[in-house]
């Protein structure tokens, strides 16, 4: 007589792929080990990485709007609206209502915000290129590009 095997809940996990090859782990991974090089530089002006990141791209595009500033930071809108409010009161940046569309707003770096950058982006940079160095130039340009399509084909 045979013997059926045990029914389980468990799901067959036999042809997912080992955690450590997923590549949103990797990704995971990856990313911790980049910014652990730039947070003790982000301390010594008491910036968060999304405060840096949202100064980064006001600093490139000034009068950029919300929607724009969410999507460009990857800061959904609610966190977005919340930093805007503490940067504004710590006379970082500005915002300004559009002429005729009230609900638009657009971002600026006031001069003390602009100071903050002049003063960050230098040590901001060498961190890049010292992992530009440890990694390779080319190397690095591949990755991001590779990056690139992939964001854009899973779109």
Not at 65 to 82: G, H, K, N, W, Y
């Amino acid at each position: 007589m045979s013997r059926k095997p045990p029914i389980t809940d468990e799901p067959d996990t036999s042809q997912l792929r080992r955690f450590e090859e997923a590549l949103p782990i990797a990704l995971l991974r990856t990313r911790e080990v980049v910014m652990a090089r730039f947070r003790p530089h982000l301390a010594e002006y008491g910036m968060t990485e999304q405060q840096w990141r949202l100064i980064r791209v006001v600093q490139q595009r000034p009068g950029i709007d919300a929607t724009a500033l969410s999507e460009a930071c990857c800061i959904l809108m609610p966190s977005l609206s919340r930093m805007l409010k503490y940067l504004e009161s710590d006379g970082l940046l500005t915002r300004s209502k559009v002429k005729g569309d009230m609900r638009r707003q657009v971002i600026s770096l006031t001069r003390q915000g602009k100071d903050l950058f002049a003063k960050m982006a230098p040590k901001s940079e060498a961190i890049y290129a010292q992992i530009e160095t440890e990694f390779g130039r080319s190397d690095m340009s591949e990755l991001i590009a590779q990056l690139q399509t992939l964001r854009r084909s899973l779109k």
